[in-house]
């Protein structure tokens, strides 16, 4: 499988990005889609997940990201996206995308950096 994600930059303390990441096969079948962050000097966490099928509370996230991030898919695209709201510095790092254990290899991210 191939990864590519987009959408990061540089933005100010309490800025929005969008992130997307599209997937070289179907994920219709992939029961969780995942956004991951590599802080620098840190291990890679799951910051935000969300289920298939569209059932209520089927989204999870981290609790740093919690009420600040949006984590949606469309099957029809093979796309999973992160809306980043009221960024914080805290936030830096490079945001993956990945089917939580089931996927071993990586795309090559996508770099965030909050600073002001």
């Known amino acids: 499988v191939q990864l590519v994600e987009s959408g990061g930059g540089l933005v100010q303390p309490g800025g929005s990005l969008k992130l997307s990441c599209q997937v070289s096969?179907?994920?219709?079948?992939?029961?969780?889609m995942g956004w991951f962050r590599q802080a620098p000097g840190k291990q890679r966490e799951l910051v935000a997940a969300?289920?298939?099928?569209?059932?209520?509370?089927?989204?999870h996230y981290a609790d740093s990201v919690k009420g600040r991030f949006t984590v949606s898919r469309d099957n029809t695209k093979n796309t999973v996206y992160l809306q980043m709201n009221n960024l914080k510095p805290d936030d830096t790092g490079i945001y993956y995308c990945?089917?939580?254990?089931?996927?071993?290899?990586w795309g090559q991210g996508t770099q965030v950096t909050v600073s002001s």
């Open positions: 990945n089917a939580p254990g089931l996927w071993s290899d």
């Open positions: 096969e179907s994920i219709v079948n992939i029961n969780v």
């Open positions: 969300i289920d298939n099928g569209g059932r209520a509370n089927s989204e």
